[in-house]
């Protein structure tokens, strides 16, 4: 079956994680993705662990269902070729500053005559009305921005700390993704692209405050900012006699069956602060810290087993390791073994959605660098001279000029 875009061409002038995820996802939903790279490429190609140069593990996860393009666009020729091939696209992802895209001769009034229909999409770090439009942005730092190390310390850490993802960057990939794709939907109704600005700060804003805005809601406020659920020191993975078991008990019928099923239904029954959501969300970490010490009495698989009976929600806590053998993972063929022709047999993360139709896919491995440049080149109208003359000037490089170099 093919993907649900298969005939949309974008254009992935982006690097490193957030931009290359999101054009990642349009591919394995069968977009022509055209990866453009300096002649250095992509730093992230550089992140090991790796079985050769420039092919690190988190580059061939965020690069697959692509075709790989080297241009250096500032020199003039290097320019020409990718104005010739946004007139053949449907999108421009870019993750540079805007103000780098218009040093390039690529701002969005050069390229909007080029293709009026292009969707000119440009994920970077802040909105460019404000104070720090042009300020570089990571996503540490939109991560302390927001305020998350802030909370995390605020819910028990010692100090402030990061979160042990790139979440920003998945973040942000996503909401471009679905970004785009409505996008798409306004073009065939309407024939013209549009530029759209996707900025991380504001978008994690959004993000984070929808949680926790709380009591700032109001004018004027009638409480702090902060979900008290989500900050309780408390709310961790409950220790149990030999490990540790990740449980959530949230609403009256759970808080009911949780005491029922370890014979101690009056204390649900007789302790005011279970009273009801409202009420428990008051006193949620002294109550958390309550069910604490009763986990530390049965060991992690009987808790599962009386959880599970019980209908309460819970999950084994896995590490980085025994994610691989989780049974569920392994029944739905979550990890793939796939061969890739230059590093040989390797694992790939499986597309998590089920279509009916048009069931999304990896469509190709991801690309050695310049591995299809002479390819692409060729369908722009480029001869095998002309792509000789632009190895030569350094503005392009192949396959196989890299390999007789």
């Known amino acids: 079956m093919a993907g649900p875009l298969v005939g949309v061409r974008v254009v992935d002038m982006t690097s490193i994680l957030m931009g290359p995820y999101a054009a990642q996802l349009l591919g394995d939903m069968g977009a022509d993705v055209i990866k453009v790279e300096a002649p250095v490429g992509d730093m992230v190609r550089d992140l090991g662990p790796m079985q050769h140069p ?174 008290p659920r989500l900050l309780a020191s408390e709310r961790r993975p409950y220790k149990t006699a030999d490990g540790f078991v990740c449980a959530v008990i949230y609403s009256d019928k759970q808080w009911a069956s949780f005491f029922k099923a370890i014979g101690r239904s009056e204390i649900f029954e007789n302790d005011p602060r279970f009273l009801n959501l409202t009420v428990r969300t008051q006193h949620i970490n002294d109550l958390q810290a309550l069910a604490a010490k009763i986990f530390l009495e049965r060991t992690t698989n009987a808790w599962l087993e009386l959880l599970d009976q019980a209908d309460i929600p819970t999950m084994p806590l896995h590490t980085l390791e025994t994610i691989f053998d989780d049974p569920h993972l392994k029944a739905v063929n979550m990890f793939e073994w ?64 890299k390999a007789g170099a």
């Open 338 to 401: 796939v061969e890739h022709p230059t590093e040989g047999r390797i694992r790939r993360v499986a597309v998590p959605t089920t279509w009916t139709d048009s069931q999304p896919s990896p469509s190709r491995n991801a690309p050695g660098l310049g591995e299809h440049s002479a390819e692409i080149l060729k369908e722009l109208g480029y001869s095998d001279a002309d792509i000789a003359t632009l190895i030569a000037q350094g503005v392009t490089l192949t396959a196989k000029s």
């Open 54 to 227: 420039r092919m690190g593990a988190l580059y061939l996860h965020v690069n697959r269902s692509k075709r790989g393009l080297v241009l250096d666009l500032k020199q003039p020729a290097g320019l020409e070729a990718i104005k010739k091939l946004l007139a053949t696209a449907d999108v421009l992802l870019y993750n540079v500053r805007p103000q780098a895209m218009a040093r390039l001769g690529l701002g969005y009034d050069v390229v909007q005559k080029i293709n009026p229909r292009l969707l000119y999409v440009g994920t970077f770090g802040f909105g460019q009305e404000g104070p720090y439009a042009a300020k570089p942005a990571f996503d540490d730092l939109i991560q302390g921005a927001i305020g998350l190390p802030s909370l995390i310390k605020q819910a028990g850490a010692d100090v402030p700390r990061y979160v042990p993802s790139n979440i920003v960057d998945r973040t942000v990939g996503l909401y471009a993704v679905t970004s785009l794709c409505a996008a798409l939907f306004h073009r065939e109704k309407t024939g013209f692209g549009q530029k759209i600005d996707i900025p991380m700060f504001e978008t994690m804003i959004s993000h984070l405050l929808s949680d926790h805005i709380g009591g700032q809601t109001f004018d004027p406020p009638n409480g702090p900012p902060g979900y």
